[in-house]
């Protein structure tokens, strides 16, 4: 069974969204982490928001220069949790159909490599509620951006994880793996 991998960025205060605080610190230890997260994978499974923001800039970037990272992105099997994108633009991309623990139940059962995640909101709550996300991995970056923050659309959300790894990159970042706990 495939696994289903959640990535995300997030910063001390809890801000993911428009995640450019990052830049400064995506230096080689990152880059090898993010290349063997994709190079580990064979999909990726987004919400809306992501689908959005992903969309709007991967497509656009230089294919040719491997440390982009945008022919993994622009070409790999993407599926999209929504009930209002019709047609997506963006190359090899599907809306997943139906119920959504469902569908991610059956691409999990596929044959093939992990799936990857980025971001973090109500698709990925719902996806541990049902047992279906393998591992969370939170990329603290040392920065306060201030605003909303990840738990402002979860606040019925709960949920406990056990420690998987824990790396410390020397730009500070500390990327924090943790897969949800089971129930006793």
């Known amino acids: 069974m495939r696994k289903l991998i959640n990535s995300t960025y997030i910063t001390l205060d809890g801000i993911i ?4 605080w990052t830049m400064p610190y995506f230096d080689e230890e990152a880059a090898s982490l993010a290349g063997s997260q994709t190079t580990e994978a064979d999909a ?30 622009n070409n790999v099997k993407k599926y999209v ?19 959504l623990v469902e569908a991610v139940t059956a691409l999990k059962a596929q044959e093939g490599k992990n799936i990857i995640q980025y971001g973090f909101g109500s698709v ?19 920065v306060l951006e201030g605003g909303a923050n990840l738990t402002v659309p979860l606040t019925d959300f709960k949920a406990s994880f056990d420690l998987v790894d824990t790396r410390v990159h020397k730009s500070g970042v500390i990327v924090a793996s943790y897969a949800p706990k089971t129930p006793a």
């Open 17 to 20: 969204d428009n995640p450019m």
């Open 44 to 73: 990726m499974l987004m919400g809306r928001a992501t689908y959005d923001g992903f969309s709007a800039v991967w497509p656009n970037m230089d294919e040719s220069d491997p440390s982009t990272g945008a022919a993994f992105f």
């Open 81 to 99: 949790a929504s009930t209002t994108l019709t047609d997506p633009t963006w190359n090899n991309t599907e809306v997943l159909q139906g119920d």
């Open 124 to 142: 990925t709550a719902q996806l541990i509620r049902a047992g279906l996300v393998d591992e969370v991995r939170f990329w603290i970056h040392p």
